[in-house]
Nanobody, 124 residues
């Protein structure tokens, strides 16, 4: 079975930094794209940043210039470096993957595979 496990969340003061990690494990054949989303209670989940296999990246306007997404393909791990954090960045951050994997001898393509989320709180 495939797992996406996020880590690195926590409490940080405004202007501070955090680095999130998302480790993908299991019978993964290929990861086509990965991204970070965030969500607050009562609000829709929103894209923060994403990257596809060719290396292209996409950022929400609200985080451009402050957040950097990167990926270690050898480790199947996604990162999000978050600098100059603001209180409005407070949310649960979720890792998302578009991937193919094997369950027994059968190949599956999962376009929206999610991690369990990690809380980021920006507050003084």
């Amino acid at each position: 079975q495939v797992q996406l496990v996020e880590s690195g969340g926590g409490l940080v003061q405004p202007g501070g930094s955090l680095r999130l990690s998302c480790a993908a494990s299991g019978s993964i054949f290929q990861i086509y794209g990965m991204g970070w989303y965030r969500q607050n209670p009562g609000k829709a989940r929103e894209l923060v940043a994403a990257t596809i296999s060719g290396g292209s990246t996409n950022y929400a306007d609200s985080v451009k210039g402050r957040f950097t997404i990167s990926r270690d393909n050898a480790k199947n791990t996604l990162y999000l470096q978050m600098n100059s954090l603001k209180p409005e960045d407070t949310a649960v951050y979720y890792c998302n993957a578009d991937l193919g994997y094997y369950r027994g001898s059968y190949y599956h393509r999962e376009y929206d595979y999610w991690g369990q989320g990690t809380q980021v709180t920006v507050s003084s």
